[in-house]
C-alpha cells in the first residue's frame, strides 16, 4: 500500500498503511484510526485507509475503547471529503463529535490538510441545532486541521466540558484549525458562545489554542463563566482572529477572568461591529491576570486599551508590551493602556 515517512502531527514513524498500522503503535500504548466521510463504513474496524470508518464519532468511540485497553494516545486521522459544491462550502462531516472522559484521554483527532482554509480541511458542518459540533470531556486532547462551520446552527464549534466530577478537558490544544460562522444561542452576543468555549463552569486548565484562523465567528474565544474553577495557564497565539467587522461581536470574551492567560503574536483584522452587538470589543479580559504582548489590531482609529476601553477592556492585571496598530498617516504606532 505504500510508505509515509511521518504522519501529519508530529508522529515519526515509517509504518506500512495497511491492516496492521495500528499495532506499530501498540508499544506506544496508542492506536491509528482512519475516517473517510466518502467510502469508509462505520462497521469497518477503522484501522487502515482501505477499511475506514464512515464518520467521525464512530472512530472515537474505537479509538476510545483501544485507550482503554492500552492506556491512552489513540489517533483518528479524518480525510476531507470529495467537494461536490460550486459555490465555495465543502462536503461535511453533518455529526455532532464527543471525546469522552473514559477512554478519551490524549486522544488526537488530526485532519488530512491541504492547507489551512476552509476547503483544505475535511469540515464539520451540522446545519441546525444548539449542540457544539465537538465536545471534549476528556484531558490532553489535540485537536488539528479540521474546519468548524457554525451556519445555521447555535452549539458552537468546540466544548471544552469538564466539571471536575465527570468530566475533564484539561491539557486541550487546538492547532491549525479553521473556524466560521460559530454562534451561540445569541447572535450577537459573543458571551452566549462562538468557536472555542469554556462551560460557564470554567475550568479545562493549561489550554493551548494556536495558528488558527478565525472568521465570521459572533465569539471566537468565550469563556461562559468559572463557577467552579478560573481557567489557568491559557495560551492563545499566533492565530488569526476574524472579520468582517459586521460578523463579529468579540474575538477574545474571557471577563471573569484567567489566570495566567498568554495572549501572543496575533492578528486581529477587523474591530468587531456586528449589528445589534453587545460587545463591539477585540476583546474582554475583564478580570484576567497575564500577558497581552506583540499582537496586530487593524484599525486606523485610536480606540482605548484599558480597563474600560472602546477597544478592548484591559485591566491593570494583563500586562500589554509590544501591541500595535496602524495610525491615520499609516504609520504603525504602538498601543499604550488609556
Same mark, same amino acid.
Given at each position: 500500500?505504500?510508505y509515509?515517512?511521518n504522519?501529519?502531527?508530529?508522529?515519526?514513524?515509517?509504518p506500512s498503511?495497511g491492516?496492521g498500522t495500528g499495532?506499530i503503535?501498540?508499544g506506544?500504548?496508542?492506536?491509528v484510526?482512519?475516517?473517510?466521510?466518502d *467510502?469508509?463504513?462505520?462497521?469497518?474496524?477503522? *484501522?487502515?485507509?482501505?477499511n475506514?470508518?464512515?464518520t =467521525?464519532?464512530?472512530?472515537?468511540?474505537?479509538a476510545?475503547?483501544?485507550?482503554?485497553e492500552?492506556g !491512552? !494516545?489513540s489517533?483518528?486521522?479524518?480525510?476531507?471529503k470529495?467537494?461536490?459544491?460550486y459555490t465555495g462550502?465543502?462536503?461535511s462531516?453533518?455529526?455532532?463529535? =464527543?471525546?469522552?472522559?473514559t477512554?478519551?484521554e490524549? &486522544?488526537?483527532?488530526?485532519?488530512?490538510?491541504n492547507?489551512?482554509?476552509?476547503?483544505?480541511?475535511?469540515?464539520?458542518k451540522?446545519?441546525?441545532?444548539?449542540t457544539?459540533m465537538?465536545t471534549i470531556?476528556?484531558p490532553g486532547c489535540?485537536i488539528q486541521?479540521? /474546519?468548524?462551520n457554525?451556519?445555521?446552527?447555535?452549539?458552537?464549534?468546540?466544548l471544552l466540558d469538564?466539571?471536575y466530577?465527570?468530566?475533564s478537558a484539561?491539557?486541550?490544544?487546538?492547532?491549525?484549525c479553521?473556524f466560521k460562522?460559530?454562534?451561540?444561542?445569541?447572535?450577537? %452576543?459573543?458571551a452566549?458562545?462562538?468557536a472555542? &468555549?469554556?462551560t460557564a463552569l470554567? %475550568?479545562?486548565?493549561q489550554?493551548?489554542?494556536?495558528? %488558527?484562523r478565525?472568521y *465570521?465567528n459572533v465569539?471566537d474565544?468565550?469563556?461562559?463563566?468559572?463557577?467552579?474553577s478560573?481557567?489557568?495557564?491559557?495560551?492563545?497565539?499566533?492565530?488569526i482572529? /476574524?472579520?468582517?467587522?459586521?460578523s463579529?461581536?468579540c474575538?477574545?470574551y474571557?471577563?471573569?477572568?484567567?489566570? !495566567?492567560v498568554?495572549i501572543?503574536?496575533?492578528?486581529?483584522?477587523?474591530?468587531p461591529?456586528?449589528g445589534?452587538g453587545?460587545n463591539?470589543?477585540y &476583546?474582554d479580559l475583564t478580570?484576567?491576570?497575564?500577558?497581552l504582548? !506583540? %499582537?496586530?489590531?487593524?484599525?486606523?482609529t485610536a480606540l482605548?486599551f484599558?480597563?474600560?476601553g472602546?477597544g478592548?477592556?484591559?485591566?491593570t492585571?494583563?500586562? &500589554?508590551?509590544?501591541n500595535?496598530?496602524?495610525?491615520t498617516?499609516?504609520?504603525?504606532?504602538? =498601543?499604550?493602556?488609556?
Amino acid at each position: 500500500m505504500g510508505y509515509v515517512t511521518n504522519f501529519p502531527g508530529g508522529i515519526f514513524a515509517t509504518p506500512s498503511i495497511g491492516s496492521g498500522t495500528g499495532d506499530i503503535f501498540t508499544g506506544l500504548g496508542s492506536s491509528v484510526f482512519f475516517v473517510d466521510g466518502d *467510502k469508509g463504513n462505520d462497521g469497518n474496524e477503522g *484501522k487502515s485507509p482501505d477499511n475506514a470508518k464512515l464518520t =467521525i464519532q464512530s472512530a472515537v468511540t474505537a479509538a476510545a475503547l483501544s485507550n482503554v485497553e492500552y492506556g !491512552g !494516545g489513540s489517533t483518528v486521522y479524518i480525510k476531507a471529503k470529495a467537494i461536490t459544491d460550486y459555490t465555495g462550502d465543502p462536503t461535511s462531516y453533518a455529526e455532532t463529535v =464527543i471525546i469522552p472522559f473514559t477512554g478519551g484521554e490524549r &486522544m488526537r483527532l488530526i485532519g488530512a490538510s491541504n492547507g489551512r482554509t476552509q476547503g483544505g480541511l475535511p469540515q464539520i458542518k451540522i446545519g441546525a441545532g444548539s449542540t457544539a459540533m465537538l465536545t471534549i470531556r476528556a484531558p490532553g486532547c489535540l485537536i488539528q486541521n479540521i /474546519g468548524f462551520n457554525g451556519g445555521s446552527s447555535t452549539g458552537g464549534g468546540i466544548l471544552l466540558d469538564d466539571d471536575y466530577t465527570t468530566k475533564s478537558a484539561f491539557g486541550t490544544t487546538i492547532d491549525s484549525c479553521h473556524f466560521k460562522n460559530c454562534k451561540g444561542s445569541t447572535a450577537t %452576543n459573543a458571551a452566549t458562545g462562538g468557536a472555542i &468555549m469554556w462551560t460557564a463552569l470554567g %475550568n479545562a486548565w493549561q489550554v493551548s489554542i494556536t495558528n %488558527n484562523r478565525f472568521y *465570521k465567528n459572533v465569539g471566537d474565544v468565550v469563556l461562559k463563566g468559572n463557577s467552579t474553577s478560573e481557567p489557568q495557564d491559557v495560551l492563545i497565539e499566533n492565530n488569526i482572529f /476574524g472579520g468582517p467587522a459586521a460578523s463579529v461581536d468579540c474575538n477574545l470574551y474571557l471577563p471573569g477572568g484567567m489566570n !495566567g492567560v498568554i495572549i501572543r503574536n496575533n492578528e486581529f483584522t477587523a474591530t468587531p461591529a456586528i449589528g445589534s452587538g453587545t460587545n463591539a470589543l477585540y &476583546m474582554d479580559l475583564t478580570g484576567c491576570i497575564g500577558m497581552l504582548v !506583540g %499582537n496586530s489590531f487593524a484599525t486606523s482609529t485610536a480606540l482605548t486599551f484599558g480597563a474600560s476601553g472602546t477597544g478592548a477592556k484591559v485591566p491593570t492585571t494583563v500586562f &500589554m508590551p509590544k501591541n500595535y496598530r496602524e495610525t491615520t498617516t499609516g504609520v504603525s504606532s504602538e =498601543i499604550f493602556r488609556t
